[in-house]
């Protein structure tokens, strides 16, 4: 079963920062949260990844609350591209098996 | 650097009529796993291979789908005979190694299967 709990749906304007909570309370000390995308039509795409510290890159940032057990995605600027189900994971790397839950499927409005 | 393949794109067939993917990973990536895909849902893991051996299949209904990894390169995943609840979209993915960080992880487009 997937560790990890986020809302079935989100809106967000075009523009504007999406931010998508996650919950893993359950997260060990060794696993790491990944979050993956996933456009229709399209598999899975990765994001980023992040174990104690914030992250970010180029699409995304990431923010792991101190205690772990929850965590941020935030997409800077929306678009409507970026419409999406979006998959909060954790895994320990050496486990090296993905187990999807059922994601957070985003809106980007106009 | 090429992507995960897979073929057919689509794929329609009657029940209890046989099918099989194809999935041909990144160069290289010696773990390869296929995910199930029902409409609505998350991947479900079927099976995992480390290059030609099985690592994983504990989620795959072995009384119809059976999956390979010849020379642990490419895979195919065989369906027989088909049920109307297998209709899915079939995903592949390959990981460079077993334990592997960061983005190792990556998927296909995918095979949409509809049984009718």
């Known amino acids: 079963d997937a560790k990890t709990t986020q809302p079935p749906s989100m809106d967000c304007a075009e523009g504007r920062a999406a931010n998508l909570p996650c919950n893993h309370s359950?997260?060990?000390?060794?696993?790491?949260v990944y979050w993956y995308r996933q456009i229709h039509s399209q598999g899975p795409q990765y994001i980023i990844h992040g174990l104690k510290n914030n992250e970010t890159n180029e699409m995304a940032s990431l923010i792991i609350t101190e205690d772990r057990k929850s965590s941020t995605l935030i997409l800077p600027h929306a678009t409507l591209r970026d419409t999406a189900v979006y998959y909060c994971?954790?895994?320990?790397?050496?486990?090296?098996?993905?187990?999807f839950g059922k994601g957070t499927r985003l809106h980007i409005l106009p | 650097e090429a992507g995960v393949a897979q073929s057919p794109r689509y794929k329609i067939i009657e029940k209890r009529q046989s099918v099989a993917f194809w999935c041909n990973p990144i160069s290289g990536h010696a773990t390869l796993y296929w995910y199930q895909q029902i409409l609505g849902q998350g991947p479900k893991l079927l099976i995992q291979?480390?290059?030609?051996?099985?690592?994983?299949d504990s989620q795959l209904p072995k009384d119809r789908f059976s999956a390979e990894r010849l020379k642990g390169v490419d895979s195919t995943l065989k369906i027989q005979p088909a049920k109307l609840e297998d209709s899915a979209v079939y995903l592949c993915a390959s990981n460079y190694r077993t334990g592997g960080t960061k983005s190792g992880y990556t998927f296909g487009s995918g095979t949409r299967l509809t049984v009718v």
């Open positions: 291979f480390q290059n030609n051996g099985v690592v994983d």
């Open positions: 994971i954790v895994f320990m790397n050496r486990d090296d098996k993905i187990i």
């Open positions: 359950t997260i060990s000390g060794n696993e790491y």
